[in-house]
């Protein structure tokens, strides 16, 4: 598929989501010339993708431009993507099971379109923010309602021979631990992902433990980081957990791969420091009186990604831009 | 560095070990010309490269060729390398520091000299072997003393944000366990390497419980192994606790980075199926009810490298042929 070479200056970036679709539309400046957010629409594989055609044709609108003005667009799907071809091959959340959603967008709007798993997209964006600073090995793990790694290696996304790399949320961390929703036991999502620390969060207000957990309603992940940030006890013994068992796949991951840096995103990384800070310390205490691990696990590798900056949609942007 | 393009032929690939020095001097319809096993000469870092040296020439000679008719050399070393200046930056076991190996090979020899770490060498040489049945996404996992790997990611070699890709047998496994050489606890070679082994084995055979260890002067690696394969149940319940954390190690490997192919080698894997058939069940055991991870870990993508098959010289060869 070719890029557009004529006048046409801008691109779009578009980062699909369970729940919504946020749209970039940016200049050869890195001008951001209109941003949208919509609800994703969810009532059948068709609407799903004629909402995303509406949101990039609304965003075009709004930066007083025309389609015609547009390049090509990059789009990131939660689920699995051929980039070659452009099929998405499954996206559970969206309904989409092998669907050529890429021609689709590209001949509905009149642009070429690239697809990227949403996650390894949000890397890629990253990889944008860093700059020359950190660019050639990283990673980009988001921690969420899943857990799951993009990684930059030798500069270039890095897909695996099935498209299937960065599962990082199965690795097995507790051999005879829970049974995981894909059918695995002890996988690192049943310990550290948004579900398993609201899950938590509740046996802790259930139990006998004082603890203001007991003060909320339904227990969310966002309440067990408030109720650690304000000094509970039982709320602080989930997140030193969570992050003993994140910095145990990281430390995993960095001995084997040799990263100059790894950015954490996705909904539970939004508690901030109350989510980084148990990472780093059990980090610090993993690579205690070992010169290897302390050489490659530098304290400052290890970053939150800035909760303003669109990781998604800036992925996007430079994947439309090739 | 150029690599020569008059009339020469040949290439040589020289594995420098701890031990020998493997040389294979090759034409460039892949016949072997000639190998040479040699002793590492150890007294001395200036000692063990003229051994190195006078290894291959020696090995062209014996070809019957000159070394005129050599194009360039390709030869990995155990320890740290960079790739770009031929300088090894470390190789405890061969007294090397801050050693311009490279420059210093192809000085004496008169030809261009291209280094690598052994293990990724060796890596290389998997690969060739593999032919294209797999040869994009791999990894060779050398188990003797320590435990390392070599990555072919993307088809090419992967070395890492500082050269240091690779090094899983620092993977913490065991985060209350003994203490590792390396200074962190439950590294994956305190429970899997050869010293971890043969140390499982002697204490097997110093305790009360009945096993043919015992008779056994000092317990090696092999002795476990050969244990196991009489039907001992003390040394099985080590073989079976070494597959155990080695399957789980590559698990983690596979479900981050999507290999198509694990291939295993080292001293340890030379005990053959009473070494593979713990990993191979221990890996049944995990991808048990998981669709993920049982497309991701299919049944023949582990693999024991042939014994006889000389992954790093041939490593040598393709990285002496650019």
Not at 50 to 60: D, M, P, R
Not at 186 to 198: D, F, Q, R, S, Y
Not at 240 to 253: K, M, N, P, T
Not at 276 to 295: G, K
Request: hydrophobic letters at 45%; charged letters at 20%.
């Amino acid at each position: 598929m070719d890029r557009g070479n004529g006048p046409e200056r801008l691109v779009a970036g578009v980062d699909v989501g369970g729940t919504k679709v946020a749209v970039l539309i940016v200049d050869d400046h890195d001008n951001v010339c209109s941003r949208l957010t919509v609800p994703t629409i969810l009532n059948g594989p068709e609407s799903t993708l004629a909402g995303i055609v509406a949101a990039v044709q609304e965003a075009v609108g709004r930066a007083g431009a025309d389609i015609s003005d547009v390049a090509a667009v990059g789009v990131g799907v939660p689920g699995r993507v051929d980039t070659e071809t452009g099929v998405v091959r499954s996206a559970v959340n969206l309904g989409w099971r092998e669907m050529p959603v890429g021609e689709a967008i590209s001949a509905r709007l009149g642009v070429p379109c690239f697809l990227e798993n949403d996650v390894r997209m949000a890397a890629i964006g990253v990889q944008r923010y860093m700059g020359s600073s950190a660019n050639r090995n990283i990673a980009y793990v988001s921690i969420g309602t899943g857990i799951a790694a993009g990684m930059i290696l030798d500069g270039h996304i890095y897909r695996g021979a099935h498209g299937l790399a960065g599962e990082i949320g199965h690795m097995i961390i507790n051999r005879d631990g829970k049974r995981c929703p894909c059918g695995a036991r002890g996988c690192l999502e049943t310990v550290a992902a948004g579900p398993a620390i609201a899950a938590l969060g509740a046996e802790a207000a259930a139990s006998g433990t004082p603890t203001i957990l007991r003060d909320y309603g339904p227990v969310t992940t966002e309440a067990v980081y408030s109720a650690a940030r304000d000094g509970d006890a039982a709320a602080q013994e989930i997140t030193r957990s969570v992050g003993c068992y994140l910095a145990l796949a990281l430390q995993q991951l960095i001995v084997a791969y040799d990263m100059e840096c790894i950015v954490l995103g996705g909904g539970v990384s939004r508690a901030g420091e109350a989510f980084l800070q148990p990472i780093l310390s059990e980090l610090a205490h993993l690579r205690e009186n070992s010169a290897l691990t302390t050489e490659m696990i530098q304290p400052d590798m290890i970053r939150l990604l800035p909760p303003n900056y669109e990781a998604g949609p800036w992925g996007g942007v430079m994947l439309a831009r090739g």
